[in-house]
């Protein structure tokens, strides 16, 4: 599976992006996704997940009510949309793909067998 994010940028605290991870090269509903984000200094850490059916989602308590992960399998695509973005979002984020036997969403990154290039955002004060 090979992944490409896109979608970052520069964006004013309060501001909002969405980013997009596109999958090519094996059965895109088959793997759940994920995004994960680093900060300069700092180890990744995980952001968001959601199941290969988009039937569940799971949130680091860091992001939740804030953004929104998605997927389109027709297009092979994952999103995650990001709302009241605060200077502490500023990261690279990378998405990754998990193949599971299980409808379910994985958070940790040992978890995912796939990973994106990352695309980089940050939030000014």
């Known amino acids: 599976v090979q992944l490409q994010a896109s979608g970052g940028g520069l964006v004013q605290t309060g501001g909002s992006l969405r980013l997009s991870c596109v999958a090519s090269?094996?059965?895109?509903?088959?793997?759940?996704m994920g995004w994960f984000r680093q900060a300069p200094g700092k180890e990744r850490e995980f952001a968001a997940a959601?199941?290969?059916?988009?039937?569940?989602?799971y949130y680091a308590d860091s992001v939740k009510d804030r953004f929104t992960i998605s997927r389109n399998n027709a297009k092979n695509t994952v999103y995650l949309q990001m709302n009241s973005l605060k200077p502490e979002d500023t990261a690279v984020y990378y998405c990754?793909?998990?193949?599971?036997?299980?409808?379910?969403?994985?958070?940790?990154?040992?978890?995912?067998?796939?990973w994106g290039q990352g695309t980089q955002v940050t939030v000014s004060s």
């Open positions: 990754a793909a998990s193949y599971s036997d299980y409808d379910v969403p994985q958070k940790r990154s040992y978890e995912y067998d796939y």
């Open positions: 090269g094996r059965t895109f509903s088959s793997y759940a």
């Open positions: 959601i199941s290969w059916s988009g039937g569940s989602t």
